[in-house]
């Protein structure tokens, strides 16, 4: 029987507010434990919730960009249950009103075909703290650091059909949130995490079949396996005679396989009620016209633009728009090099493969875009061949300086010189004397291609600074002269 | 609408109370009583009102996105019975 998977996920976004969402605590990762929990984060009696005016704007951002209905009225619920890292025993959320109603994303995949998957909702809610459970024998510890910092849940709807659709989903929403500046995207520190829901029929079928959720997966690739390992157990599952449970599972990345969490007793009772402590959350046009002026360019629109404006094929455009770092990177070394092409080939070729084999971002690339650019302009004024560029690349790499810098220390100027070019051919010529009868011997035709015997001597004796079009050029007219 | 023995006892394990075995047919009843109470008001045709969040009129004032607490670890810890390197020591949770 043929199987058609049905996947639908809830992504967490760790807005990058100051401080929490309803105290004055800041939210910096990485501080001492339960130094950055105030007595609100603690829940001690009397304290009362205050709602952190930023997040509301990160979660109308998310919602403008994704061309959704925002909440004119939202209001936080109580979603209650006990757990020692939930300090008030009860998470503020948005159950019934959220702030950003269905919206939709377009993906794009493989095989360039472009999907539509729409989302359901995205609301605003607070994260939990963290429980440490292998540091004492008989006890946990908690750190409630985390408890409070705002999250954006947004939810999909089951539109996906393959892990390779759901990954496309899951960058695409990573580099909406990165490009806003509303989340840092940061998935091993688990800033933008991902619960994977999965069920699987017989193609055709119009209902769902039982369906698993996956839960804090924090890497694409993560994403990926879990999805594809769910689907064929599944699968499996079924095929044996058997029926698939309706349960939350864990990814363990290390055995590459999900498994079932011991349910939690009574896990869905969840109780939700308006909070008492916050009143509805009211916005007017006037204030979501005004987050909208402050929209930055979003990942669609600069790849159609980079497309329009540079002349780069869609994949180029794709790849290089897709992250607002990279975008802003690029661009500034094709302001630099004034050649969006040699710029895009530069920044998807020698760059990235640098980058990736020091694994490194973009962001701490050791070569800024403005001195990539400086380097691609000596390319494009002659001073140095593509191939000489290389190698100044890597000594700019490894910190010896900028382009012009290395050029002048190195001495690796182009020959530019006609004599001097002339010089080192006649040279070569005159060395090579059983190729330059062949050369005379072959038919006008195949002669081009005998030239790179001689371009190729002629480079290496110059120790590759002669200008290679003047070499071929003055190399052809020579060559041919001697062939009257 | 009549509650059970076994409904109180799941109201009770969610809301984490002990409560006393002799005292749960009275909370039935109580329990019960309120519900009833519940399903009257059912009854009023709501169809036009907008459900509502909060009995005042107010909306929601929005805090400016500051670091406004300083590290009160100390005192904050002082009345936790338990602490060890800074965290708060519970019975151990496992899931």
């Not at chain 1, 199987?3 to 401080?19: D, M, P, R």
């Not at chain 1, 019934?96 to 939709?104: D, L, W």
């Not at chain 1, 939690?264 to 007017?284: G, Q, S």
């Not at chain 1, 050369?439 to 006008?444: C, D, V």
Request: negative net charge; charged residues 25%.
């Amino acid at each position: 029987m043929e199987w058609e998977a049905v996947i639908g996920l809830e992504i967490h976004a760790q807005l990058a507010t100051k401080s929490k969402i309803f105290s004055g605590a800041g939210t910096a990762f990485g501080a001492d434990p339960n130094t950055q929990a105030c007595a609100v984060d603690l829940a001690l009696p009397g304290t009362l919730p205050v709602f952190n005016g930023e997040a509301l704007q990160m979660a109308v951002k998310f919602g403008l960009a994704i061309d959704a209905e925002i909440g004119r009225r939202s209001v936080f619920d109580r979603k209650n249950y006990f757990y020692p890292d939930l300090p008030k025993g009860y998470q503020t959320s948005q159950l019934f009103y959220p702030i950003v109603g269905p919206g939709h994303i377009d993906i794009e995949l493989a095989d360039g075909r472009h999907k539509r998957i729409g989302v359901t909702r995205a609301h605003l809610e607070e994260d939990a703290g963290k429980s440490v459970h292998d540091l004492f024998p008989n006890m946990s510890g908690i750190d409630l650091n985390r408890a409070g910092t705002p999250l954006l849940e947004i939810v999909s709807e089951p539109d996906m059909r393959s892990a390779e659709e759901a990954v496309a989903y899951v960058k695409k929403i990573h580099a909406i949130v990165t490009t806003l500046g509303i989340c840092d995207g940061d998935m091993s520190q688990g800033s933008f995490r991902c619960d994977c829901n999965v069920s699987v029929r017989p193609k055709g079928q119009e209902e769902f079949g039982t369906r698993t959720e996956s839960k804090n997966i924090n890497s694409f690739r993560f994403i990926e396996k879990a999805i594809k390992g769910e689907i064929a157990r599944q699968i499996d599952l079924i095929e044996d005679g058997g029926r698939v449970e309706q349960a939350t599972r864990l990814y363990d990345a290390d055995k590459d396989e999900t498994r079932s969490m011991r349910s939690k007793e009574e896990a869905n009772d969840y109780r939700y009620f308006p909070c008492p402590d916050l009143l509805p959350i009211v916005i007017d046009e006037d204030y979501i016209e005004a987050v909208r002026k402050t929209l930055p360019e979003l990942p669609d629109a600069r790849h159609a633009r980079f497309m329009e404006q540079y002349g780069l094929s869609d994949y180029d455009a794709g790849v290089l728009s897709a992250y607002r770092d990279l975008a802003d990177y690029f661009e500034t070394v094709v302001k630099a090099a004034d050649d969006p092409k040699l710029a895009a080939n530069w920044v998807m070729g020698e760059l990235s493969k640098f980058l990736n084999s020091n694994n490194l971002g973009i962001s701490n690339s050791p070569i800024s875009a403005g001195d990539l650019g400086g380097l691609l302009h000596r390319i494009k004024d002659d001073t140095i061949s593509g191939k000489i560029a290389k190698q100044v690349f890597e000594a700019m790499w490894n910190g010896e300086g900028s382009a012009d810098e290395v050029i002048e220390a190195k001495g690796l100027k182009q020959v530019t010189d006609s004599g001097a070019i002339e010089g080192m051919i006649d040279e070569v010529i005159a060395k090579a004397t059983p190729q330059v009868e062949q050369y005379k011997a072959a038919e006008p035709d195949k002669r081009g291609k005998m030239l790179g015997f001689f371009m190729g001597q002629v480079m290496k004796a110059s120790q590759g600074k002669a200008n290679p079009g003047q070499v071929n050029q003055i190399l052809k007219k020579k060559l041919d002269a001697l062939c009257d | 609408m009549s509650l059970d023995r076994s409904d109180v006892e799941k109201i009770a394990h969610l809301a984490r109370l002990q409560i006393d075995e002799a005292d749960i047919p009275e909370y039935a009843e109580n329990l019960s009583n309120i519900l009833d109470l519940v399903n009257q008001m059912q009854a009023c045709d709501t169809a036009a009102i907008e459900p509502l969040a909060h009995p005042t009129e107010a909306v929601q004032r929005l805090r400016v996105d500051e670091v406004t607490e300083s590290n009160q670890r100390d005192n904050l810890q002082s009345v936790a019975p338990m602490v060890e390197d800074g965290l708060f020591q519970v019975p151990k949770v496992i899931e």
